[in-house]
């Protein structure tokens, strides 16, 4: 099985930077992903780790380590547009047609 | 840019009554998803597809639910005889190699 802790809710400033943390227990392990929730929508994909490090792609970046089964997703330069629902998810091990397995998400409040 | 496509955007159904909604995948990809979504709750996978047949299932896609692929282009998710508690958002993804899920706009389920 599969455990994903996330906080419920952080608040930043416009133009600042913030940091949303993951953990994770799983039996296996085969990627961690961030995606983007706007309320009424879909997830929308932000960013995939499976080896140890940072990812950066422009104002996103998440970090993995596996060995503490942690990753953390942050932002930079936050605008209002930010202000969304962000869902940290685990593929476990196995072949590629493994379903992820979500946390609750963090919601995120942009004030200006 | 591809993306995966959802029909209906919103389904109201009686309880009992019988529902399929449809998911047209992105074209490339190969494996394909449903996940839901009970309002205000967290993203939950249901089952995944691949090569024509089920992959991966999780306890709460039981004998009410089945999936289809039934041609080229479309994926189905049909739900039998539906209960009150089946009322959520119901997500299709897809999937290209062992890359990321790419997430459809959704159907908004409604059980009456």
């Known amino acids: 099985g599969q455990n994903i802790d996330q906080p419920t809710e952080m608040t930043a400033t416009e133009g600042a930077i913030v940091q949303i943390n993951c953990t994770y227990q799983t039996s296996g392990f085969n990627g961690l992903f961030w995606y983007q929730q706007h309320a009424g929508e879909a997830p929308t994909f932000l960013s995939y780790n499976v080896l140890d490090g940072l990812e950066e792609k422009g104002r996103f970046s998440s970090f993995l380590s596996r060995s503490k089964g942690y990753s953390y997703l942050l932002l930079k330069e936050l605008q209002m547009k930010d202000s969304a629902s962000y869902l940290c998810?685990?593929?476990?091990?196995?072949?590629?047609?493994?379903?992820?397995?979500f946390g609750k998400g963090t919601h995120l409040i942009i004030q200006p | 840019e591809p993306e995966v496509t959802q029909t209906p955007s919103h389904q109201v159904t009686q309880m009992g009554q019988e529902v399929i909604l449809r998911c047209v995948p992105i074209s490339n990809h190969l494996y394909f998803y449903w996940y839901r979504q009970i309002l205000g709750q967290k993203v939950e996978f249901l089952v995944s597809f691949y090569n024509n047949e089920i992959s991966e299932k999780s306890e709460i896609f039981d004998d009410q639910f089945s999936v289809e692929r039934p041609d080229g282009s479309n994926f189905t998710l049909k739900i039998r005889s539906t209960k009150l508690e089946d009322s959520a958002m119901y997500f299709c993804?897809?999937?290209?190699?062992?890359?990321?899920?790419?997430f459809g706009p959704g159907t908004r389920l409604l059980v009456l």
């Open positions: 998810a685990v593929r476990d091990s196995g072949g590629g047609a493994d379903g992820l397995t």
């Open positions: 993804a897809s999937q290209e190699a062992r890359e990321t899920q790419y």
